[in-house]
């Protein structure tokens, strides 16, 4: 078992910056990809980026590429989500999950965060 809790959601101006934080407990961090997906009210969960366990792989969604980057500290347990140059097309609840292999699909991923809250306001 791999327990995630997510922080660093938040309300931000369009243009600003955000940095989301999900602390990982259980099992060997290294071991898991991690995901990074959001969910805007009344649509469906979609990818946003994802991470190799060494953190040496990345990689985005089109919508994000250029802006958002993925990274991973396998000493604290922690991965991290830089968000730049945020719109407000990107406002969703964001969460972060673990699976053994790098997918941009939900159902690939075991573990989840419980998600948090990121709004950009026009």
């Known amino acids: 078992q791999v327990q995630l809790v997510e922080s660093g959601g938040g309300l931000v101006q369009a243009g600003g910056s955000l940095r989301l934080s999900c602390a990982a407990s259980?099992?060997?961090?290294?071991?898991?990809?991690m995901g990074w997906f959001r969910q805007a009210p009344g649509k469906e969960r979609e990818f946003v980026g994802a991470m190799s366990g060494s953190g040496s792989s990345t990689y985005y969604a089109d919508s994000v590429k250029g802006r958002f980057t993925s990274s991973r500290d396998n000493v604290k347990n922690t991965a991290y989500l830089q968000m730049n140059s945020l719109k407000p097309e990107d406002t969703a609840v964001y969460y972060c999950?673990?699976?053994?292999?790098?997918?941009?699909?939900?159902?690939?991923?075991?573990?989840w965060g419980q998600g948090t809250q990121v709004t950009v306001s026009s």
């Open positions: 999950a673990a699976g053994p292999l790098t997918s941009w699909t939900v159902a690939n991923y075991l573990y």
């Open positions: 259980g099992r060997t961090f290294s071991n898991y990809v």
